[in-house]
Every structure is written in C-alpha cells, then in structure tokens.
C-alpha cells in the first residue's frame, strides 16, 4: 500500500513562496506518476502538477512559470516550489501517486491528507 504525508503548507501574503513536500513509501512499480492536486471550497479537485519516473511533467495553464514540480528519487519525495503566489491558490494542497500516468487527472488511486495553502492579498 502507497501511504503520502504533505507537509509545508501555511499561510502567506500574495508574492510570496512555499515549498510543498509529499513523503511517499508502500510503493515498488518503476513505472509511476505523481501529481498535486487542490481544492478550494465549494470546487472542484484540480490538477496542479505531474511528474513521472521519467522526469517529464505537466502544469495546469494557471500555475505554469510560477509552480515547479520536482522529486528526490532516494529520499522517495516529491516537492512543489510555489511562487508567486496569488490569493485564487487558497487551496487545500494534496499529492498523489498512481501506476498510471494519470497526469492532471483526479483518477489516482493514492492520496495524501492534504495541506492547506492560505494566500492573503
């Protein structure tokens, strides 16, 4: 079984940066896909960013040139670097992990607790 643990969220004024870390372990394919996802009350989960074993990766047109997807393979985490942050990224920030490249797809079988991200303006 897949277990992830987000960590890093908080609160920060618009322009400002954090960093999103997701610790992964359970799983042994070396095929695989990792992915941010947030949620917003009352919207829908949406993708941020995908990253898979290859290195290649997926941004959702709101985040791209501010957002950077990233992943240490020996310490099996995968990062989000946020900056630029805006007021519409309040979001509760999960990960998610999958043998399928569903890249900016909620189809995942695997998700964290989530970590919430609060931008003020």
């Known amino acids: 079984r897949v277990q992830l643990v987000e960590s890093g969220g908080g609160s920060v004024q618009a322009g400002g940066s954090l960093r999103l870390s997701c610790a992964a372990s359970?799983?042994?394919?070396?095929?695989?896909?990792m992915g941010w996802f947030r949620q917003a009350p009352g919207k829908e989960r949406e993708g941020v960013a995908a990253?898979?074993?290859?290195?290649?990766?997926s941004y959702a047109d709101s985040v791209k040139g501010r957002f950077t997807i990233s992943q240490d393979n020996a310490e099996n985490t995968l990062y989000l670097q946020m900056n630029s942050l805006k007021p519409e990224d309040t979001a509760m920030y999960y990960c998610a992990w999958d043998h399928v490249r569903w890249w900016l797809l909620p189809e995942y079988n695997y998700w964290g607790q989530g970590t919430q991200v609060t931008v003020s303006s």
């Open positions: 359970g799983y042994i394919y070396s095929t695989y896909c």
């Open positions: 990253i898979d074993n290859e290195g290649s990766t």
